[in-house]
């Protein structure tokens, strides 16, 4: 049971409120065919404390769905009414089909220009669907959830295994996976990340976009298959709740790997209920890119003129045109994006703004980016702050989420961001009437007569560094 609240009906809202009650509804389901007379009403308490919780923050509009367990178990209906009285709202009980499309659909809200098939393991079922661009293919619904497998297999890993390659055998959509990522939805699978970005040491502790190669995956899973049941139960990054059903989460995303064969296993944050948010919008809406929109939101709150940052889009633009730089894949893209975010630590204290910016960047409850975009934007923006030589052990774990290439080019941007700052406050109307541009081998930063005092020497200072990373001499002068 999950009730989650958003600021507003959009393209990348922001969550005001998240909360999940482990209520076990699918926990009988396959073996008694009825939902347990204890998960019942461990539900309907959750769903009256949602309600009270619901108008305590003026919600003004309310969805609920209700899916798997409601929809095998015989007494479904009875609990519906009873659940329906419980929230005051009227449920939708979707099907398997639908719920698939909804994932999909929670997926392609949550990740730029999707490629693959996306499953989505439940308590009750699995729900798997091709994704591409923005459009779904046709979904398929099995009962292999967490819960349902325990049940089925009476706590037999063996016998589970069995279960899953018979259902497995009927879906046409694994076929689909090949060579295409395959996107994990559901808590179990995210419980699992969680466990492997332990072992691996990562860097970067955010669920959504983390991305684990076929092999790496296959050989964690199997160890988690094999691991006793004490052990896991040991784990205090996994809630007691989610702990027994980690073995089967496992084997079924083993199953999946051997089958599918993915080029990659990307972990999604965003599922059914993002895509009952995202079937809402208009066409228009569902067109804007949630990145740049939490940028621009991002922009809006914190920048002291954010009509700022799209001027110091056109000024990075044209350097990095004139500097005939390698062009990387999307870099236009993340170039709009740390341009709006460059001036949201200008509150904190002088000495902290690097890796406080830094940080809210990393952690963001950004979507429509990965991992190493958000290390490419973390770190231009603490290089911004705190110079292009500082460092602290954060750093050097985002450090290496990048290649050598994407690195350089953190560092030219965040020292034209060093620039720009200087000359302009920050404050719109300055940097368009300054000429900044590569020519030959220097770099010229041309002035008007009446913005001529704008030069100094610490100016003098970061164009300079500024050059050095470009490779080129410079040159001040005026228009």
Known sequence: MRLVVYEMRGRAPAQVFNEKEMAGLGRQVATTGRLAADAIEKAIQALVRFRILCQAMHVGEIRVIATAAARYAENGPAFIARAEEAIGQPIELISGGREAVLSGLGVISGFHEPDGVVGDLGGGSLELISVAGNAVGQGASVPLGGLALLDRSK??????????????????????????????????????????????????????????????????????????????????????????????????????????????????????????????????????????????????????????????????????????LPQEPGLDRMIETVCLLSDIGWRAHP????????????????????????????????????????????????????????LERVQVIAAIFRVAYLLSAGMAGILPRISAACVDARLVLRFPEDLAALSSDRVEGRLKQLAKQLGRDFEIGRM
Request: proline share 5%; aromatic share 6%.
């Open 155 to 324: 706590g037999s890993i063996k016998a589970a295994e069995k279960i899953v390659r018979d259902e497995l055998d009927k879906l046409p959509q694994l076929a689909a996976m090949k060579g295409r990522d395959f996107y994990a939805v559901g808590g179990t699978w995210r419980a699992l990340a969680t466990l492997h970005q332990r072992r691996a040491a990562y860097p970067l502790n955010v669920m959504h976009g983390y991305t684990i190669p076929p092999r790496d995956a296959a050989d964690f899973v199997k160890l988690v298959e094999r691991a006793d049941a004490s052990m896991l139960e040991a784990i205090d990054a996994v809630s007691s709740a989610r702990r027994p059903l980690l073995a089967y989460g496992a084997l079924v995303l083993d199953e999946l790997i051997k089958r599918g064969r993915p080029r990659g296993i990307v972990i999604s944050a965003q599922g059914v209920r993002e895509g009952l948010l995202h079937e809402q919008l208009s066409p228009a809406e569902q067109s804007v890119d949630p990145l740049l929109q939490s940028a621009r939101d991002y922009n809006l709150l914190r920048a002291r003129d954010p009509r700022h940052a799209a001027e110091l889009v056109a000024w990075t633009q044209g350097i990095l045109r004139t500097a005939d």
């Open 351 to 406: 000495d902290y703004r690097g890796e406080q910016s830094m940080n809210v960047i990393a952690h963001a409850y950004f979507t429509g980016i990965d991992h190493v975009g958000r290390a490419f934007l973390a770190l231009t923006i603490f290089h911004r702050y705190a110079g292009l030589k500082a460092g602290a052990p954060s750093v050097e774990g985002l450090r290496t989420l990048l290649s050598p290439v994407l």
